[in-house]
């Protein structure tokens, strides 16, 4: 059984940390933050519950699910022993260029270092460490409880045997990996940050309010949520930092972020993780379009 650890306790840290541990993996998940940790567990114990309400898993399951699962502030200690460190910390290369220095030290030799990074390039990242062949992404999509796809993608000097494990290592936690080569985006934010990017300039210039812009693509498009619910879900910081990857690394003036996005990320009106950005979440359940945006 391979030993697992997984840098960053945030929203997608804690449901990979999740996902391996449901299967039976012992799981080090890693926060510079303690308080990030404990609100990892708690979000991990609730998705548990969840399943445990729809009849999906147990109460014994849910147990040894956690039980699988230690929390660490100490990244050497946590990852001498791992086989797979899957790294989930904030989309910022300097940061992760960071990580993975610290990584390729601490990690021992053998030992797969993978990425969940929506955008930054593997290769580079990889660059960063002596062991590049051992650098691959693994990018869950969020909820990762829920979606099923883990999009896999071959930095430049990944091998085809750290490709096969890292895909046979996905569908052994229920996920359906498609693998991708490495340029900006990938596959995935390539086709739907312009999308979004594109629903903000509509907001943008008057053309129709975020309810109209998030109805229209809803009902018209069969997209389970609209595409400013979306920015706000995934992290509008999080949206920027991608446009910014395909608009430095095509050159291509299509993917230049919209001048209004730039504006709440600097607010800090980040989504839901803030508690407001297209929508207000004073009521997590009841998201209500943002005051900013309300029609006078
Ligand atoms: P987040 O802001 O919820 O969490 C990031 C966590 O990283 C925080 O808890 C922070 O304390 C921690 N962190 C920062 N520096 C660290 C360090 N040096 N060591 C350990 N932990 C550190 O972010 P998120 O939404 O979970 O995104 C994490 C990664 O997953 C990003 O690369 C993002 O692009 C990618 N991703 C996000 C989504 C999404 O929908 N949010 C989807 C797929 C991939």
Known sequence: MHKIAVVGAGQMGNGIAHVFAQQGYPVNLIDVKQEALDKALATIAKNLDRQIAKGSISEADKKQTLDNISLCTEMPSACSDRDLIVEAATENIELKLKIFTQLDSFAPAGCILAT????????????????????????????????????????????????????????????????????????????????????IYTLYEGTAGVEEIDTIMKLGMAHPMGPLRLADFIGLDTCLSILRVLHDGFGNPKYAPCPLLVNMVTAGKLGDKKGEGFYSYADPKNPVVSATFQKN
């Not at 590049?132 to 979606?147: A, D, E, L, T, Y």
């Not at 985006?185 to 999308?195: D, S, Y």
């Open 116 to 199: 969940n990074t929506s955008s930054i390039s593997i290769t580079r990242i990889a660059a960063a460490t002596h062991r590049p062949q051992h650098v691959i992404g693994m990018h869950f999509m969020n909820p990762v409880p829920v979606m099923k796809l883990v999009e896999v993608i071959r930095g430049y000097s990944t091998t085809d045997e750290v490709t096969a494990t890292v895909v046979e290592l996905s569908k052994a936690i229920g996920k359906i990996p498609v693998t991708v080569n490495d340029y900006p985006g990938f596959v995935a934010n390539k086709i739907l940050m312009p999308m979004i990017n594109e629903a």
